[in-house]
């Protein structure tokens, strides 16, 4: 795991834990490594279990599907992202979701009985229960910004309220998703070719420029002077 060190430490579940008590941290949680190829169904829908992972190299998406194939992104995953806690953590919920590698990746199984059963004088264990309580609250609010952008209307208001919310994370109007295509529509719920040919009316319309999965977001009306 020496090579994933960095990634390891800066993970908000490790906040607060030092370079010297992370070995014990990991021991705690049974920490194993698993490599995944691009596609490889990492965890199944209706499967339960008692692992949760983080996400050391690659891209990994949570995607549900409904009866008919409807594909839904939930999340597109990075280097430190944490998947399944909620399920490993609970005592009756099966997995819901698909969890599938988006290209060859590296993941680090965690075991949330060995945690559980930790001795509650562990200061190690508080630390961990509390910093997984943060990782959920934000992994809640994440999904709220998603229902909101779902709840517009038309595929306009959803990607200009996507695309907004990715300019303030970057805090500029020029910027990079993380998502191709087709992973936007799935994101925002969307067919791809409406959701392109609305992308095409915003560029005409002076709103945005992009190249791909990257985008300036103009003033209204404003020509698209920037070339990408």
Known sequence: MKQ???????????????????????????ARMRRYK??????RVGASTDDFGMLLDGFV?????????????????????????????STESQVSV???????CTVMLLSASRVLRSADECKIRTRLMNNLVGVLAEKNLRLREKLSHMGMRTTREKLLSYLSAMARKAQSNEFTIPLT?????????????AMSTELSK???DGL???????FILLGEG??????I
């Open 202 to 204: 915003l560029k005409s």
């Open 61 to 89: 998406c949570v995607v549900r599907e409904d009866f008919w194939g409807n594909r839904n992104l939930v999340a597109k995953l990075e280097p430190g992202d944490l998947y399944a806690e909620a399920f490993a953590f």
């Open 181 to 193: 295509r087709q992973q936007l529509a799935d994101y925002i719920c969307v067919e791809r070719s």
């Open 4 to 30: 994933f060190s960095e990634i390891i430490a800066a993970s908000p579940l490790f906040c607060g834990i030092s370079p010297d008590e992370l070995p014990h941290a990991l021991r705690c949680l049974y």
């Open 98 to 104: 698909d969890v599938v590698a988006d290209s060859d």
């Open 208 to 214: 945005l420029d992009y190249d791909r999965n990257h």
């Open 222 to 227: 404003q020509a698209n002077s920037n070339d």
């Open 38 to 43: 691009k596609a490889e169904l990492i965890l």
